[in-house]
């Protein structure tokens, strides 16, 4: 069966005693036992809920894994992820990755948990030389958030299965309607399920999908232990929202598609991040692993002026300044001042993450509306240019 199908088939009939089309929602926190001993499968809801193992089936069947755990948060993902591994553990990282991220790393890193490196993935050989004997781990996010850097995940692979090293990867930003990674030699799927699996901007949940059942044994026990397991309604909504993932992913890339055509051709637009632009620096790549693009965009105004990105930000109407992605709605916003304020400012330029950088995240709206807004918002950085300011900005 196709993608298309399965986020149908595979969410529909769980109910064997009425035939309920829906999945049931069993919003309970225990389980009464058939006998002293004998329980009906489920006893208590962190170790186990039959709505979040259906989330769970239906997760692993999309990502073609052996096995899923639902867990209440992205970060909740990454941390169980993290758990897995002994202490001084060495982790190598995408230099550009979610803010949340390299927080969390940092964190533990100062703990003295584990060691971090973040690195250029795109640069293969600067990967093998941050290799060390305790290297456990490489944490790849494709494509990079949020400049949208896409790189080779085969490749890395491959050089990490010489080295034993764990290859997980953060699909978040593609969903596995767009990029399934197990094809190329990932051995965990992590999501932020909030973004595009859910698509409704109404839940805050994620998922580590495992290629083997062994993985998969560790990541239920740790999610358990940890009690980072996600609660039944989440779980259900998320059942909800993968109903229609591809007819949404094909709309909001449809839509991404036209605007970064837009942006490109924008005399107050610098530079635009899109893996579907022939132009963008990764296009190629993109085109080899990916099987659509996704749906944010980010954009550099061309100013050196704080007050004409300001003015951008604030002067959309469909557009809602607001983090996160992945909606059916629209959003806009500021990674040095939002997404990713959590980094360092020197953080932020070895990424490359300027000032002037914005991120937008493309709804199913009309791709038309969408132009007119953006359009808009733009010509307000002639009238920003007027504005009196003395900041000046790390721009791309
Ligand atoms: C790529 C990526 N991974 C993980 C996360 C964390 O997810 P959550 O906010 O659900 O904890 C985010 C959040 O924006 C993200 O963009």
């Not at 986020?7 to 389980?31: A, C, M, R, W």
């Not at 941390?79 to 533990?108: E, N, P, Q």
Request: proline share 3%; aromatic share 8%.
């Amino acid at each position: 069966m196709q993608l298309e199908t399965r986020t149908i088939v595979k969410t529909t009939h769980t109910d064997s005693e009425y035939g309920s089309i829906g999945t049931p929602l069993y919003q309970t926190s225990n389980f009464r036992f058939r006998d002293v001993g004998v329980s009906t499968g489920y006893d208590y809801t962190r170790s186990g809920n039959p709505t979040r193992d259906t989330l769970e089936e239906v997760l692993a069947d999309l990502e073609g894994g052996a096995r899923a755990v639902a867990v209440s948060t992205g970060m909740a993902a990454i941390s169980t992820v993290l758990a897995h591994f002994d202490t001084g553990a060495h982790v190598i990282c995408t230099h550009d990755c979610y803010g949340g991220t390299a927080r969390l790393l940092k964190l533990l890193a100062a703990q003295g948990k584990i060691e971090v490196s973040f690195v250029d993935l795109e640069d293969i050989h600067a990967v093998r030389l941050a290799v060390k004997p305790n290297t456990a781990c490489l944490w790849i996010e494709t494509p990079s958030n949020p400049l949208l850097r896409v790189v080779d995940v085969a490749e890395l692979s491959k050089l990490a299965k010489v080295y034993g090293l764990l290859v997980a990867v953060d699909n978040t930003f593609l969903s596995p309607f767009n990029f399934q990674p197990f094809k190329f030699g990932a051995d965990l799927v992590v999501h932020s399920t909030t973004k595009w699996l859910n698509g409704h901007s109404d839940v805050i949940g994620g998922a580590i999908i495992s290629r083997t059942p062994e993985l998969g044994e560790r990541f239920q026990y740790l999610a358990n232990a940890l009690g980072t397991t996600t609660g039944c309604f989440d779980s259900w909504l998320v059942l909800r929202g993968v109903k229609t993932l591809s007819v949404r992913m094909r709309q909001h890339e449809h839509n991404a598609h036209k605007v970064a055509e837009f942006l490109s051709q924008h005399p107050n637009v610098s530079k635009v991040y899109y893996p579907g632009l022939v132009s963008h620096s990764t296009h190629l790549t993109a085109k080899q692993q990916f099987t659509g693009f996704g749906g944010v965009i980010s954009f550099c105004v061309k100013t050196d002026d704080v007050e004409d990105v300001k003015h951008v930000l604030r002067s959309t109407n469909i557009f809602s300044l607001a983090e996160s992605l992945g909606g059916v709605e629209s959003l806009i916003e500021h990674p040095a001042t939002m997404s990713h304020a959590s980094m360092t400012a020197e953080h932020r330029r070895e990424a490359g993450i300027s000032e002037n950088l914005i991120r937008i995240s493309i709804g199913i709206e009309h791709a038309d509306d969408l132009i007119e807004d953006l359009g808009r918002a733009l010509s307000a950085v002639q009238r920003a240019k007027h504005s009196v300011s003395e900041a000046r900005l790390t721009t791309c």
